[in-house]
C-alpha cells in the first residue's frame, strides 16, 4: 500500500473552518476524512509529499491516521506531528501528538514511538517524524495539521 505524508495550516473564523483551510492546503479538502489508529500494513511504501495529487473522485472516503490542533483566536498558535517507524517487511505504526510547541510536539511523538515499539516483537529498521506549525491571531482560529493518507479514495 503507498501512504503518502501531508502536512497543512489555516485559518478561519471557526474551528471547522480553520480545518478545512488546512486540509486545503494539504490539497484533500474535497474529501470525507476517515481516522485509523497506527499501523502500517505489511509491504506498505510511505512518501512525503508537498501536497496530495487527485486521489479519486469528490467526496469520497479517504483513510488516514490524523495528528491535527486547533488553537483558539487570540492563543499561540498549534502545533501537530505525526511519526512513523517500519520494519524490514515495511510494516510499522503511526504516532501523532498535538500542542503548541513543535519541539515538545516532536518529543511526544518519539516518545509514543518508544512505547509502540516495547509493545510489538518486530525488528524496527526505521524511524521518521514530521511536525507542522501555525501561529496564532487575535481574529481567527488556527490549525495544523500532519496526515498519513492509506491508499487513494474509496465511495461511501
Do not use: K
Amino acid at each position: 500500500m503507498q501512504i503518502r505524508i501531508v502536512t497543512g495550516t489555516g485559518t478561519g473564523p471557526t474551528p471547522i473552518a480553520a480545518y478545512d483551510a488546512a486540509l486545503a492546503a494539504a490539497g484533500v479538502h474535497n474529501y470525507n476524512i476517515t481516522t485509523v489508529s497506527s499501523v502500517i500494513p505489511d509491504g506498505s511504501t510511505l512518501e512525503i509529499v508537498d501536497s496530495a495529487p487527485d486521489l479519486g473522485p469528490v467526496g469520497e472516503r479517504l483513510t488516514v491516521v490524523e495528528a491535527r490542533a486547533t488553537s483558539g483566536v487570540g492563543e499561540s498558535g498549534a502545533a501537530a506531528g505525526l511519526g512513523w517507524t517500519t520494519t524490514e517487511s515495511d510494516r510499522g505504526l503511526f504516532y501523532e501528538a498535538t500542542g503548541t510547541d513543535p519541539e515538545r510536539v516532536r518529543e511526544g511523538v518519539a516518545a509514543g514511538l518508544d512505547s509502540g515499539r516495547a509493545l510489538r516483537e518486530w525488528t524496527f529498521t526505521d524511524e521518521r517524524i514530521v511536525t507542522e506549525h501555525v501561529e496564532g491571531n487575535d481574529g481567527s482560529f488556527a490549525t495544523a495539521l500532519v496526515l498519513g493518507i492509506y491508499g487513494d479514495s474509496e465511495p461511501i
